[in-house]
């Protein structure tokens, strides 16, 4: 083992000195994703040189996919990507753990982890109800984003992304309306809440911005 070899986890996780890593005759290392909260276990992919100096450099996990032979970002196309919090390297420095904040499910099936329901049932159900929530968010962030790409003519979504200041007039609405719902303590502050985030994803999409963006600034901002 090499000096290189043998530095701290800790000096990769803060000076991201990639020389302190073991890769495989195809210059790859395994990572294994692990939850920064609840210590659960999310997936186990490859990552190259590559995809971890993207990782460091924009704190969202990426990988190389040794089927498609191409460097991927978790979440790229779901939304469910992984916030990166640290990166360790084991003793012999050819694993990785990544310790992250997912924002979503880690398995391409939909389950949190893709090691299935099960591992920590107390846990899963907990989590059930909060996946839910998110999961409607994003199947919100969805359709807007197959609006903009479509932009169908009848769509009150296309109006809105087409126009920057009816977007922004019919955004700064809905804020009034929630407040002054909430001011009446009146039951349909809930549907002006839904209503608001409508418009706000919409707003969003309008500055090529996501909502995958959101979740990952407010996971960042716990603890």
Known sequence: MTDNQSRTDREIRISADLEAITFDGGGLIPVVSQDADTGDVLMVAWA?????????????????SR???????KGETSGN??????????????????????????????????????????????????QAGSSVLRDLSTIVEERDRERPEDSYTTRLLEDENLRLK???????????ALVRRDESASEEAADLVYHLVVALRG????WAEVEQALTQRRG
Do not use: Y
């Open 67 to 73: 089927s498609r032979k191409t460097l991927w970002k």
């Open 207 to 210: 500055v090529g911005r996501s």
């Open 170 to 180: 019919k955004l700064g609405e809905e804020v009034s309306e929630l407040i002054a």
């Open 48 to 64: 190259n040189r590559k995809a971890l100096e993207e990782t460091l450099a924009t704190r969202i996990m990426h990988f190389w």
């Open 81 to 130: 990507a992984q916030s990166l919090v640290s990166l360790h390297g084991d003793c012999d420095g050819d694993t990785l753990l990544a310790l992250v904040n997912p924002l979503g499910p880690a398995c391409h099936t939909g389950e949190r982890t893709c090691f299935g329901k099960g591992a920590n049932p107390e846990r899963d159900r907990a989590n059930e109800g909060a």
